[in-house]
């Protein structure tokens, strides 16, 4: 599967969890954490109205007061003792486990590294060893340069005519350079017990659709280095400087021209623009000009009855694309996506070039991540279930994953209650409501079948081969689903992932080892601190059922309306309030959050840590907890909950955030959830009229 379209599909599957600027179909530095969630905490605070001022400087923690601003009265210290390393575009909770993590992770592909070559070793010994030992071989990629990639660029070169295009487009495809549009597997949107072809918009390099048509300053400036960007990778590839900034100047044309045919980052979470399941006929119609049958034997994929495509329009305009844009501009696009998708494996020069726009440029990052994390980060992302297997021996204990199952099973009892005493609910579609909460399948720690990478062959070097090789064998496996009942024991991520998710289409909530861990999760913290943290993180998954998205989805992972007119208006008019809430915070500049693009991570979050609370209060009913520090157990929950969110990020990172993420910045994921919460303001005994706390008529309740 196309790295876009696997992003794409978790997104819609809500994570919660990620740490830096989203990236395209690139892996512009594969050291960094995959997932969506991210940024926030930019030195803002709070002032009541649901406006944020900036702080200059932060002041000490007991200075600030828990009903002015509660992220910064838990957090002030720490983020003033905690600045950004220069590597990344943010620093926070999730970077702090992550490293942790890396540190671990780092030993043993150090040991494969060492024992893949000696007799009797494994084949997972071998896959790891080799993978990283290639990778860290910097003089093989200084010699080979870009003549590791040789075999690609020529075969763009030979392309002739559009009707050339299809199987070279399937061959980068395969090798994880997302070109045009994205190909992959899913479930059925109407069946989901069967996998079908799933095809998305792909191939631009800006972060979002709008980046090639703000006006402002700041985005004529980014589309201009861009350009000057991809003209010194085409440069280092061989071309003149002349040609190089010509094509340069085309492939951004060529790139708005796709840009302006797809879906905004917004309309991407319209399901209905989404779901178009329709016969292969008609995709032929609507593409005619060009041969699906030459791109999918490229790929090995059987001819299909039915694809998903999402937004048939910008389909449409490549196809015309094909026959009305020069031949040259083709394949200039073409040789600039295998170059971006290979930048970070090649030699230094390419390297570095690669880092300055995508990690400096648009990420604020001072310096590149040390060359043994972006190896990891090729193995993560290769051979995750590899790598995964070896981690959770170290990383995740029995006790540790007891404790996880009990959690959510609180959680689980939270939510039926609530829903049973919904009072704006009909009993019709609460039936149904607890139907589809009593079908999910909870997913912890690590896959009960790890992935078989037997069919898997790697060579000696250079790194960028054996990345491309890893791609091609995930990639068949990915295909090799389509047509057949949909596996539900399959992970949409790898068990040294920081992160998370719920996933509509199987009605599951998905809770990695990496994850769970402190201070989010663990042993030695207390009842009210597990809860307030990871309990709010297992809510927030479960909420995702039911929030604006995922409340379409009925308990088999169908896209079938299980909402009465009467509840889902009611539904609408409350979630609009949580619209209106994130619309009013100013992030940076004059750079407001888009409640409507935030809206199902806003839902989780209100709906994840109100069920945690209530979670928690069942559990301590039968085990009463006791004060810590001065803090009552209900403090504990809501200072662990605010620590989860605390993060340092540059203003670079966070206007890419809030211009593409469908998650809030941090500062507001911690704040915003409790002005709403009676909960929040009885544990502090804070006033109603308390800058934390929103106007009893203006605060959101839904679940």
């Not at 969630?37 to 002041?59: C, E, K, P, R």
Request: glycine content about 8%; overall charge negative.
């Amino acid at each position: 599967m196309s790295r876009l379209l696997r992003t794409f599909l978790l997104l819609l599957a809500a994570i919660p969890m990620a740490c830096q600027v989203p990236e395209k179909a690139n892996d512009h530095d594969s050291s960094e954490l995959h997932g969506e969630d991210h940024n926030g905490g930019h030195g803002h605070s709070h002032d009541g109205i649901g406006h944020v001022a900036a702080v200059d400087g932060l002041a000490p923690a007991q200075a600030l007061a828990a009903a002015d601003d509660f992220y910064l009265a838990v957090n002030a210290e720490w983020m003033s003792t905690n600045p950004i390393p220069d590597e990344y575009g943010a620093w926070g909770v999730f970077h702090e486990i992550n490293d942790r993590n890396q540190t671990m992770l780092r030993e043993i592909l150090e040991q494969a590294a060492v024992d893949y070559q000696k007799p009797g070793a494994s084949h997972i010994t071998k896959l790891l060893g080799t993978m990283y030992a290639t990778g860290m071989d910097e003089q093989s990629a200084e010699n080979f340069g870009v003549e590791a990639i040789r075999q690609e660029l020529d075969m763009i070169e030979e392309i002739q005519s559009y009707t050339d295009i299809p199987p070279v487009l399937g061959y980068l495809h395969n090798i994880g350079a997302n070109a045009l549009f994205g190909l992959g597997s899913e479930s059925d949107f109407t069946d989901s017990s069967q996998t079908i072809t799933f095809l998305i918009q792909d191939g631009t390099g800006l972060p979002e659709k709008d980046y090639y048509f703000r006006d402002d300053a700041e985005s004529e400036d980014i589309r201009e280095a861009y350009v000057a960007h991809i003209a010194r990778i085409l440069g280092l590839a061989g071309a003149s400087a002349d040609q190089a900034a010509d094509d340069a100047e085309s492939i951004l044309a060529f790139e708005t021209m796709l840009a302006d045919a797809g879906l905004s980052a917004l309309e991407m979470r319209d399901i209905n623009r989404l779901a178009n399941r329709i016969p292969i006929e008609e995709l032929h119609a609507l593409t005619p000009d060009f041969s699906w049958e030459s791109y999918q034997f490229s790929l090995g994929l059987a001819p299909q009855p039915v694809a998903n495509v999402v937004c048939p329009e910008y389909f449409l305009a490549w196809n015309r694309m094909l026959t009305e844009q020069p031949i040259q501009q083709w394949k200039a696009y073409l040789r600039w996506q295998l170059l971006t998708r290979s930048a970070a494996y090649l030699s230094s020069d390419f390297v570095s070039e690669n880092f300055d726009f995508f990690g400096r440029k648009l990420s604020g990052r001072q310096a590149q991540s040390d060359r043994w994390k972006r190896v990891l980060g090729s193995v993560n992302g290769g051979m995750g279930e590899a790598l995964g297997q070896a981690y959770v021996e170290r990383a995740f204990t029995p006790e540790a994953k007891e404790l996880a199952l009990t959690m959510v099973g609180d959680l689980l009892e939270a939510y039926r209650v609530s829903l049973q005493d919904l009072a704006w609910m009909t009993p019709t579609t609460r039936e149904a409501a607890l139907k589809k909460l009593d079908s999910f399948s909870v997913k912890i720690g690590y896959p009960d079948v790890w992935q078989d990478f037997r069919e898997l062959e790697l060579q000696d070097g250079p790194w960028v081969r054996n990345v491309f090789a890893a791609s091609a064998f995930q990639n068949a496996v990915d295909l090799a689903r389509i047509g057949k009942p949909t596996d539900r024991s399959l992970w949409g991520m790898s068990p040294q992932t920081v992160n998370a998710y719920y996933n509509p289409l199987s009605n599951e909530i998905v809770f990695p080892a990496a994850i769970m861990q402190p201070p989010f999760f663990g042993l030695e913290l207390t009842m009210a601190e597990n809860y307030g943290a990871m309990g709010a993180i297992i809510g927030h998954e479960i909420t995702h059922g039911f929030d604006d998205m995922g409340s379409q989805f009925d308990a088999q992972g169908n896209l079938v309306n299980w909402w009465t007119e009467e509840d889902l208006a009611e539904f609408e008019a409350r979630s609009q309030i949580l619209v209106d809430q994130f619309n009013a915070y100013v992030a940076i500049d004059d750079l407001h959050v888009n409640g409507e693009l935030t809206l199902g991570e806003n839902i989780a979050d209100l709906g994840g840590l109100k069920m945690a609370y209530k979670a928690f209060q069942m559990r301590a009913a039968e085990d009463p907890q006791s004060m810590v520090d001065g803090f009552t157990p209900e403090q504990q929950l809501f200072r662990a909950w605010a620590r989860a969110w605390r993060e340092n990020t540059r203003p670079e990172s966070l206007k890419v955030q809030v211009n593409t993420d469908p998650h809030s910045p941090n500062h507001f994921r911690a704040n915003g959830p409790l002005g709403n919460l009676q909960e929040f303001a009885d544990a502090f005994g804070l006033q109603q009229n308390s800058p934390m706390m929103r106007p009893q008529s203006e605060r959101a309740e839904i679940w």
